[in-house]
Structure formats: structure tokens, C-alpha cells
């Protein structure tokens, strides 16, 4: 089966480094994807991650260990803007490469 | 480069009725899958289309269905619409079968 589990809900302070945790199980496993998702909008691709380690991308990076089934979102120096709901989203491989994802976490930034 | 086009962006039924969704891929891409997302939650998988022809589907019932055409844009088609099935549709398309998505804005269906 598959199952991905990450918070419902975190609340940061702006200008503060939240992280948030994203723990899968799923066999087929062809890397992982994090999107970002405004309220009433399209995801929007944020990283992926194929290898274990980190991956940095500006204010945002993405660490997975494969061998843990574990991956986690690091946002830096939070702007209001960045409040949305972040999904965590596993591609699972084959002849079908479907992405599997997460309820999302719904992150609040305050002043 | 243009994105994912979705039409129409909102759209109300009456339960029972038929719908068809609709989806421009971005240019260069062949794949497209289609998602329903409820509120509060994430998206799930309903199926994807690689070169017009259907290849996988999730767990959703046959009255949704698909089509792709030629020029790799889509369909999805809901008949007997039910309550439950008001939604989020994501549409996102990919350059290939092994590759990251990127998502349309999706279209809004209520249904009463």
C-alpha cells in the first residue's frame, strides 16, 4: 500500500525557519515532490528529490532519506506570503508514474 | 511558453447530470493526468493519458472518463454526477511518463 503523513496544520513567525516533516511508505518509490498550494489555486512545483541529502533552492530546501522513508520541507526567512498549504507527494513508479500525495499542511505565518 | 489551461474555471450541476472538464497542456508535453482534490485535502489520482490513450487509473469509479486528443489537450468527463463529487479538478501535464508535473489552476464543480 501507500501511505504519506505530514502536520495539518503549523503556525511561524515571519521571518523565522519552519520546517515541515513529510513520512512515506510506498513501494515503486521514483522520488519525491513538494509543491506549494495558495488557497483556491494550482500547486506549484517547489523540489524534488530523487537521492537522499538536501537539495537548496533560495529560501527553500528539501532533505529525503530514502532508507526512513522521510523528507522535510525548510523554509527560511518566512514572508507572509508563504502561508498556503505545502503537499508532500511521492512518485510512484511504473508503467504509470502517478504522483501520491499527502493531506498538505495548511502553514500560517504571522507578523 | 504557455502553462496548463483549464475551462471552464467554475462550474455548478445538478446531481445526476453529466459534466466534461477540459485541459490545454503545456506545449511539448504528451502526458496528462487528472486529479480531484476535496477541500481540505490533497489531490488524488483519477487517471492519466500518455499519446491518447489511457495509461493507469486510480481508484475512481467508470463514470469518469477521459479523452485525449491529438494535440495532447484533454477531457474529463463525470456522468451521474453525485454530491461527493464537488471539487477541485486538477489537470497537469508532463514532457513524459517519468517526469514532474505541472499543474493547471484547475477547475471548481459544485454539485446540488
Known amino acids: 500500500g501507500q501511505n504519506i503523513d505530514q502536520p495539518t496544520e503549523m503556525t511561524a513567525t515571519e521571518g523565522a525557519i519552519v520546517q515541515i516533516n513529510c513520512t512515506y511508505q510506498?513501494?515503486?518509490?521514483?522520488?519525491l515532490f513538494w509543491y506549494q498550494q495558495h488557497a483556491g489555486e494550482a500547486p506549484t512545483f517547489l523540489s524534488y528529490?530523487?537521492?537522499?541529502g538536501l537539495e537548496e533552492k533560495g529560501r527553500f530546501s528539501s532533505f529525503l532519506s530514502r532508507s526512513k522513508g522521510y523528507s522535510y520541507l525548510l523554509l527560511k526567512e518566512l514572508q507572509m506570503k508563504d502561508s498556503a498549504s505545502y503537499l508532500c507527494?511521492?512518485?510512484?513508479?511504473?508503467?504509470?508514474?502517478?504522483?501520491?500525495f499527502g493531506t498538505g499542511t495548511l502553514l500560517a505565518v504571522q507578523p | 511558453e504557455t502553462g496548463v489551461t483549464q475551462s471552464p474555471t467554475h462550474l455548478i450541476k445538478t446531481r445526476g447530470q453529466q459534466v466534461t472538464l477540459r485541459c490545454s497542456s503545456q506545449?511539448?508535453?504528451?502526458?496528462v493526468s487528472w486529479y480531484q482534490q476535496a477541500l481540505g485535502q490533497g489531490p488524488q489520482f483519477i487517471f492519466q493519458?500518455?499519446?491518447?490513450?489511457?495509461?493507469g487509473r486510480g481508484n475512481f469509479p467508470p463514470r469518469f472518463s477521459g479523452l485525449q486528443f491529438p494535440n495532447y489537450s484533454s477531457e474529463l468527463n463525470v456522468n451521474a454526477l453525485e454530491l461527493d463529487d464537488s471539487a477541485l479538478y486538477l489537470c497537469?501535464?508532463?514532457?513524459?511518463?517519468?517526469?514532474?508535473?505541472?499543474f493547471g489552476s484547475g477547475t471548481r464543480l459544485t454539485v446540488v
Open positions: 497537469a501535464s508532463s514532457p513524459t511518463v517519468n517526469y514532474g508535473y505541472t
Open positions: 510506498t513501494s515503486g518509490f521514483n522520488g
Open positions: 528529490n530523487v537521492l537522499d
Open positions: 507527494a511521492v512518485m510512484r513508479g511504473g508503467a504509470t508514474n502517478k504522483l501520491i
Open positions: 506545449s511539448g508535453h504528451n502526458t
Open positions: 493519458y500518455y499519446r491518447e490513450e489511457e495509461n
